[in-house]
Nanobody, 131 residues
Framework: QVRLVESGGGLVESGASLKLSCVAS????????AGWFRQAPGKEREGISC?????????YYADSVKGRFTISWDNSSNTVYLQMNSLTPEDTADYYC???????????????????????WGQGTQVTVSS
């Protein structure tokens, strides 16, 4: 059974950086994809970035984070990272890591709710950006 544990959230000022980590265990295949999602109070869940474990160049970024956030996957430690730069108060949310078999495009993994239902989710880590 796949298990995910996120860490790295916290309270920072606008313009700061944070790096989120998601350690995965229990993989039974080499063909997994992973993504970072966030949900702010009163808003729908947003898929912000997804990455393929087989093709590291296959990534997806939501327009809201493109150019500021970078996703990466360290295969040796089964850890998915999200480097977040130039944070703004609009980035305040609970951030979740999720993973599933690498069967769809990274864009579909991030944006299609029917795909989200098939993913394994972590418990989340809170990010708060003050103005």
């Amino acid at each position: 059974q796949v298990r995910l544990v996120e860490s790295g959230g916290g309270l920072v000022e606008s313009g700061a950086s944070l790096k989120l980590s998601c350690v995965a265990s229990g993989f039974t295949s080499d063909h997994y994809a992973a993504g970072w999602f966030r949900q702010a109070p009163g808003k729908e869940r947003e898929g912000i970035s997804c990455i393929s474990s087989r093709y590291y160049t296959e990534t997806y970024y939501a327009d809201s984070v493109k150019g500021r956030f970078t996703i990466s996957w360290d295969n040796s430690s089964n850890t998915v990272y999200l480097q977040m730069n130039s944070l703004t108060p609009e980035d305040t949310a609970d951030y979740y890591c999720a993973t599933g078999l690498d069967l769809v495009t990274m864009q579909d993994m991030c944006i299609k709710t029917e795909v989200h239902d098939l993913l394994t989710w972590g418990q989340g880590t809170q990010v708060t950006v003050s103005s």
